[in-house]
C-alpha cells in the first residue's frame, strides 16, 4: 500500500466520524425533545380534577429530572462539537498534506480548494452556528425545567407565594437568557485555544515512535 493510499482511507474514515457525530447530535436533542414532550404531556393528561399539592410535588420533581437531564445533554452536545471541530481541522490537514504531494504541481494551480475556507467559519466555534446553537436550546431548557420546577416546590411548601414566585423566575430567566452564552462562548473559545495549542504540540513530532505515543497506543513486546 502506498502512502497515499493511506491518506485517501483515513481522509474517507474520518469524514464518515465527522457525519456520524452530526447525526447523533441531532438525534440526541431530538429524542430529549421526545421524551420531555411525551413526559409533561403524561402529566398534564393524568392531573387529578381537584386540586392536589401532592402531584405538583411530583410534577416539580420530573421538571428538575428532566432539566437536569437537558443540561447534561447540552453538555454532551458541546463535548461532541469540539470533537467535530478537531476531526474537522485533522480532516483539513489530511487534505492539504494530499495536495503538497501532487506530483503533478501545475494541476493545483488556482485550484478551487483555496475557497474551501468559504464553508466553515474558520475553525472558529460561533455560538449561533446550526448545531452549536442546538447546544444552547438544550441548557436553555434544562435551565428552565429546573427553575420552575424548584419554584414550583416552594410555592407549594409555602415557602413562596405565587406572586414572588413568578418575579424571581422572570429575573432568572433574564439572567439565563444573557449569562448561559457568554458561558458558552467563553468555554468554546477556551477548547479552541486548547485545541491550536494540542495541534502545535502534535507538529512537532517527527517520527513514528512519537505519534504512538501521543495515540496512547501500548507498546508492543517482539518477539525474541
Same mark, same amino acid.
Given at each position: 500500500?502506498?502512502?497515499?493510499?493511506?491518506?485517501?482511507?483515513?481522509?474517507?474514515?474520518?469524514?464518515?466520524?465527522? $457525519?456520524?457525530?452530526?447525526?447523533?447530535?441531532?438525534?440526541?436533542?431530538? *429524542?430529549?425533545?421526545?421524551?420531555?414532550?411525551?413526559?409533561?404531556?403524561?402529566?398534564?393528561?393524568? $392531573?387529578?380534577?381537584? &386540586?392536589? &399539592?401532592?402531584?405538583?410535588?411530583?410534577?416539580?420533581?420530573?421538571?428538575?429530572?428532566?432539566?437536569?437531564?437537558?443540561?447534561?445533554?447540552?453538555?454532551?452536545?458541546?463535548?461532541?462539537?469540539?470533537?467535530?471541530?478537531?476531526?474537522?481541522?485533522?480532516?483539513?490537514?489530511?487534505?492539504?498534506?494530499?495536495?503538497?504531494?501532487?506530483?503533478?504541481?501545475?494541476?493545483?494551480?488556482?485550484?478551487?480548494?483555496?475557497? $474551501?475556507?468559504?464553508?466553515?467559519?474558520?475553525?472558529? *466555534?460561533?455560538?449561533?452556528?446550526?448545531?452549536?446553537?442546538?447546544?444552547?436550546?438544550?441548557?436553555?431548557?434544562?435551565?428552565?425545567?429546573?427553575?420552575?420546577?424548584?419554584?414550583?416546590?416552594?410555592?407549594?411548601?409555602?415557602?413562596?407565594?405565587?406572586?414572588?414566585?413568578?418575579?424571581?423566575?422572570?429575573?432568572?430567566?433574564?439572567?439565563?437568557?444573557?449569562?448561559?452564552?457568554?458561558?458558552?462562548?467563553?468555554?468554546?473559545?477556551?477548547?479552541?485555544?486548547?485545541?491550536?495549542?494540542?495541534?502545535?504540540?502534535?507538529?512537532?513530532?517527527?517520527?513514528?515512535?512519537?505519534?504512538?505515543?501521543?495515540?496512547?497506543? &501500548?507498546?508492543?513486546?517482539? &518477539?525474541?
Amino acid at each position: 500500500m502506498k502512502y497515499k493510499d493511506v491518506w485517501d482511507t483515513e481522509y474517507k474514515e474520518q469524514y464518515n466520524q465527522y $457525519r456520524w457525530i452530526g447525526q447523533m447530535q441531532a438525534a440526541v436533542l431530538t *429524542f430529549y425533545g421526545l421524551v420531555t414532550t411525551f413526559i409533561l404531556a403524561a402529566m398534564t393528561v393524568l $392531573r387529578p380534577q381537584s &386540586p392536589n &399539592p401532592n402531584y405538583y410535588l411530583w410534577l416539580a420533581g420530573i421538571m428538575i429530572g428532566i432539566g437536569f437531564i437537558g443540561i447534561l445533554v447540552g453538555y454532551g452536545l458541546f463535548r461532541s462539537r469540539t470533537m467535530q471541530c478537531r476531526t474537522n481541522l485533522y480532516l483539513k490537514t489530511l487534505l492539504f498534506q494530499m495536495v503538497f504531494n501532487v506530483k503533478n504541481i501545475e494541476s493545483i494551480k488556482n485550484s478551487a480548494i483555496r475557497f $474551501r475556507s468559504l464553508c466553515s467559519t474558520q475553525g472558529h *466555534f460561533k455560538l449561533w452556528d446550526t448545531m452549536n446553537i442546538a447546544i444552547l436550546i438544550a441548557f436553555y431548557s434544562g435551565e428552565v425545567l429546573q427553575l420552575v420546577g424548584v419554584l414550583t416546590m416552594l410555592v407549594i411548601g409555602g415557602v413562596l407565594c405565587l406572586n414572588q414566585a413568578v418575579v424571581i423566575g422572570l429575573v432568572f430567566l433574564v439572567l439565563f437568557v444573557v449569562l448561559t452564552p457568554i458561558l458558552i462562548q467563553h468555554l468554546m473559545n477556551k477548547e479552541r485555544d486548547l485545541m491550536k495549542k494540542e495541534y502545535l504540540d502534535a507538529a512537532k513530532e517527527q517520527n513514528v515512535e512519537q505519534i504512538l505515543k501521543r495515540l496512547e497506543l &501500548p507498546k508492543l513486546v517482539e &518477539p525474541k
